[in-house]
């Protein structure tokens, strides 16, 4: 099937790549020229584990290319909307500048029996209102939405096997219609049996943020546990264990930590909120306030830990960070609390090194006045204090008999609690974790 892809970000990108890799003839299309150049030569612009690999085995295949015109969607049977929905300046709510203007460039360039298809997260009522812009165009195409559930670092493979779809649809012929169309796209998807929700737009609207809501809910839960057990004495990891072996409950995301960050989960549970007051239901949603001031809290809680242990004033000490990046296997470091952390200790004075295996360009774009190393040798040698707040597999494997040969002062805030305390501790190491006693 011709398929055309609005938006070559993070999501676009992705989704452009993995559909002509399953057999569709792809463009992508993106305003940004210089996006667009590196796509097309096979170079992602953002690191994304697998994504090297299938860009330039669609591209090869012939199967997919890119451009900077929107006319070159004209021919194509379904059009995939994925650019950003960005917070909104000086507001919580989202910001839906970038999806407005893709369906309105796109409007001339439809045809009869077209589908148009969201993929952006938006707030609930979004769709509604650009299936009225699209009908009233009078092309005769329609809109369907359907939400992505991209892990950063597993995107690829998620994308391809999914593990589950949310088509929301417009009601009667129309809906069928665009059901059996995304069903075609799916073909692989359908024939592994993937769990299928057909449903209204509003509801697939609502899946995507009250997941990343419960997600962040989940998270912050673990880290309130976390004050208290510091407060109590109990161990965070062992009262996440117990609980987790409850089947309502379930193990996974229940480790304490410095929090959750991104491009997705802080400004999609702010955006929900938002939408929610202009609802008249704020009241359902505001204990996701709550949610958020725990994430930030979390923060400030790494850097106070790393304070106290220091042995000399803030300002005369040389402070190792170890991650910048919001999560491991990626090189996003929007909203991170690894990087958020590193500036913070910076500001108070530190001299902070920090290193992390994908993000450090990124981070000096963003934040230039702190110190940037490659090497973990050197962001370790003569440290004060050593805080690690992304836990990649390079950091967790750390010997901790070499490092405390490297540092001035053997000290670790574990700001993910994915160290061996009993390890570190044995190899001469003052260790702080969050609720590990």
Not at 182 to 204: C, F, G, K, R, W
Not at 291 to 304: E, G, M, P, T, Y
Request: overall charge negative.
């Amino acid at each position: 099937m011709k398929i055309s892809v609005i938006g070559c970000g993070y999501l676009g990108a992705v989704h452009a790549s993995a559909m002509a890799e399953l057999g569709h003839e792809v463009v992508g299309i993106d305003i940004d020229a210089h996006k667009i150049e590196q796509l097309a030569a096979g170079k992602p612009p953002f690191y994304e584990p697998g994504l090297p690999e299938i860009l330039t085995s669609a591209m090869a295949s012939g199967r997919l290319r890119f451009s900077t015109e929107i006319a070159d969607a004209a021919g194509a049977r379904v059009h995939f909307i994925g650019v950003g929905t960005p917070q909104k300046a000086g507001s919580h709510a989202a910001d839906l500048t970038h999806v407005d203007a893709a369906i309105k460039s796109l409007l001339p360039h439809l045809a009869e029996g077209d589908l148009v298809v969201g993929k952006s997260t938006v707030p609930v009522g979004t769709a509604a209102r650009l299936a009225a812009v699209i009908e009233a165009a009078g092309s005769g195409a329609t809109l369907a939405w359907n939400p992505e559930f991209l892990r950063e670092g597993f995107a690829v493979k998620d994308t391809i096997s999914p593990d589950r779809l949310v088509y929301g649809v417009a009601p009667g012929e129309a809906g069928e219609q665009a059901t059996a169309l995304l069903n075609e796209v799916y073909a692989s998807a359908m024939a592994a049996q993937t769990p299928l929700i057909v449903t209204d737009y509003a509801t697939a609207e609502l899946v995507k943020v009250s997941a990343n809501a419960f997600l962040a809910t989940k998270i912050s839960f673990i880290n309130a546990m976390s004050e208290i057990a510091d407060a109590s004495g109990a161990n965070i990891s062992e009262l996440a264990d117990a609980i987790g072996f409850d089947n309502r409950i379930g193990r996974r995301f229940l480790n304490a930590g410095v929090g959750f960050g991104g491009g997705c989960l802080p400004k999609d549970i702010r955006a929900f909120t938002a939408r929610a007051e202009e609802l008249g239901r704020g009241d359902s949603v505001a204990f996701l306030k709550e949610v958020d001031a725990i994430n930030l809290r979390q923060r400030q809680r790494v850097v106070a830990m790393t304070l106290q242990a220091l042995d000399k004033p803030v300002y005369t000490a040389k402070v190792a960070v170890l991650g910048l990046s919001f999560k491991p296997h990626s090189d996003d470091v929007r909203d991170s609390p690894a990087l958020d952390v590193a500036v913070q200790l910076r500001g108070l004075g530190a001299d902070v090194v920090a290193t992390d295996p994908q993000g450090i360009e990124n981070s000096r774009l963003r934040h230039p006045q702190l110190t940037y190393s490659t090497s973990i040798e050197d962001t370790l040698r003569n440290a004060d204090a050593v805080v690690l707040v992304t836990e990649w597999a390079e950091f967790k494997q750390i010997d901790p008999v070499w490092a405390a040969t490297l540092v001035r002062v053997p000290i670790i805030i574990d700001g993910r609690n994915t160290l061996d305390a009993a390890a570190w501790r044995a190899a001469g190491w003052t260790y702080l974790g969050l609720g590990r006693p």
